[in-house]
């Protein structure tokens, strides 16, 4: 990335984004709030191009400061708590009117040296929000995002002009230690670029994306971080259902009996999977309903193309597939209790006829 005289302004923002809770109560996430001094409500007012089911509840946490590169810079704090479970945790490092090649220096810094600031941070907010998480767990899944955010070039470009001068596929394409990405590569990640006007642009990549935006709106981070909620929890619904599918596999070879005196364990197993399919299906409608993109066809396609590049898609056919195979297992287990009761009523008459036989054959006597 080179210098040409341009200085730039704007942030890098780092996500960590977390799944605590089977849900999240906004409404005690608020009053829980305001019994803590490291937090304060943000009621962000998103753009009326989004609309939300339940907003996301956003909080100020306390800025710190960081020594990166051997310079100091100060870090704002900041989360938001997602009705289905989900905490995100953002920190920005803003900058005004550095040279590109120092904007270059901090973005290849990544997230590492947070690691531990994020750690603490989700430590002190699961603690402080307490009985508002729902189920609470600490899964071991979580998702990272990056984005450069360019607020101002100095002196002004159009995207076209500073896309020839900087280098931004290879930005987003950096990892320490691995060779540099290759011209084709470069270009396959530049057709997941958009613009609305001249001066204005997005460029995704699977974890990092680079956006100009001279009016300081945060529509297209906003939409990229609820992109990422959806990808987090499709990935902990997709282990869940692993794991029950695993279960139920087990008692099916373990438990289930052919004997008709065993119903009551088919029974157990077929409620089992029924819950299963029912918590499933309402929490990825839940998911999916979330958020409506209403007024915009640039922020829907930006969306869209963030869902594609994160293979949002395809984890919801995953799911759908494995729920569509306990659905056939409850249907299994249906009919097969349905016969046993039959087999079972069968019996019974033949029972009774045989008693009724014998008392007959004893008045007889």
């Not at 956003?58 to 051997?70: E, M, P, T, V």
């Not at 900041?78 to 040279?99: H, M, N, Q, T, W």
């Amino acid at each position: 990335m080179g210098d040409y005289g341009l200085k730039v302004s704007g942030g890098i923002l780092l996500y960590r984004l977390y799944d605590v809770a089977w849900d999240i109560n906004l409404q005690k996430v608020e009053e829980r709030v305001r019994s803590y001094r490291r937090q304060s409500i943000d009621r962000k007012r998103f753009s009326k191009a989004f609309e939300f089911t339940n907003p996301p509840l956003s909080l100020n946490l306390k800025a710190f400061d960081k020594n990166i590169n051997g310079k100091q810079y100060a870090v704002n704090a900041y989360a938001k708590a997602y009705d289905y479970g989900v905490l995100s945790i953002i920190f920005e490092i803003p900058f005004k009117e550095i040279e590109t090649k120092d904007f270059e220096g901090l973005a290849k810094n990544g997230d590492e040296p947070f690691k531990e600031d994020f750690r603490k941070a989700l430590d002190r907010l699961v603690d402080d929000l307490g009985d508002a998480l729902h189920q609470a767990n600490r899964s071991r899944f979580e998702e990272d995002y990056t984005v450069y955010y360019l607020t101002q070039l100095n002196p002004e470009k159009t995207a076209r002009d500073f896309l020839r001068i900087c280098d931004i596929g290879s930005l987003l394409l950096y990892e320490e230690g691995e060779s540099p990405a290759g011209e084709a590569v470069k270009e396959e990640l530049l057709s997941f670029r958009f613009s609305y006007s001249d001066n204005d642009l997005v460029i995704l990549s699977w974890d990092k994306a680079f956006v100009l935006e001279p009016s300081g709106s945060m529509d297209i981070p906003d939409l990229l971080e609820f992109a990422n909620t959806q990808l987090l929890e499709l990935r902990v619904y997709d282990d869940m259902v692993d794991k029950e599918l695993d279960i139920i596999n087990d008692r099916i070879i373990t438990e289930v009996s052919p004997s008709i005196w065993k119903i009551r364990r088919y029974e157990e197993l077929a409620a089992r999977v029924m819950r299963t399919v029912t918590d499933l299906t309402g929490i990825t409608e839940k998911i999916d309903n979330s958020l409506k993109v209403t007024e915009d066809v640039y922020y829907a396609r930006v969306y869209m193309a963030a869902l594609s590049l994160f293979k949002v898609r395809e984890w919801e056919t995953s799911i759908e597939r494995k729920i569509n195979i306990a659905s056939r297992v409850y249907d299994m287990l249906y009919r097969e209790i349905s016969n046993k009761r039959t087999e079972l009523l069968e019996f019974i008459i033949v029972i009774l006829i045989a008693i009724e036989i014998v008392l007959f054959l004893m008045v007889r006597l």
